[in-house]
């Protein structure tokens, strides 16, 4: 599965359909999306409209129901092996961080690590090294649960980060942050992309949050609307 030389790797989801409950729940209508490698995009829309739906399918956390998705080229119905594809090809941040609140900031980190070719002196250090690069150098032995906020928030990006992955999806990242901390790691995720070169899929129901995105699409009754350019901020 290769990436762009510039960074990040492409997804492309082609006439993607998904539904619960033996089809009573249509979460997905005819979906078609294409984001380049190293973009950064903004889903957004109210609850309920499909958006999280679409993201678990390109994290390969359940599978369409009918059409194709690929990332880097590749069908992930052609992947046999999709613990190793989320392990390696993508990064996960969810709106409620889901820690393990009985390991230190630097153990969460690690764990993503656990089973790869890095002996434990390697996790350790990387784990320090991301930690570090997310502002946390001082809360490595720091449990979840003393932790703000902001700050657990910027353990899961660093988590998120520690295989490298070219694709970062990221589910409602601020929306249980208020809105200086959400800033600030709306900023970071700016950040790690320009600096790991990554592609980012951000889900969110928040206009001001998306405006952080190259490019907005917005999702109503599990169908896209037109797709347009993030507006920059204090645009009408």
Known sequence: MSSSPLGGIDVRCEHVRKSFEGGRIQALLDVSLHVDPGEFVALTGRSGCGKSTLLNLIGALDRPDAGTISVGGRPLAQIHNL????????????????????LSAAWNVQVPMIGRERSGRRRAERARVLLEEVGLADRLESRPGILSGGERQRVAIARALANQPPLLLADEPTGALDSATGGEVLALLNRVRSEYGMTVLMVTNDDEVARAADRVVRMSDGRLSPITPAAAPGSD
């Not at 613990?83 to 009985?102: D, K, N, S």
């Open 83 to 102: 613990p190793e594809y989320r392990a390696t090809q993508v990064g996960f941040i969810f709106q409620f961080h889901y820690l393990i609140p009985t």
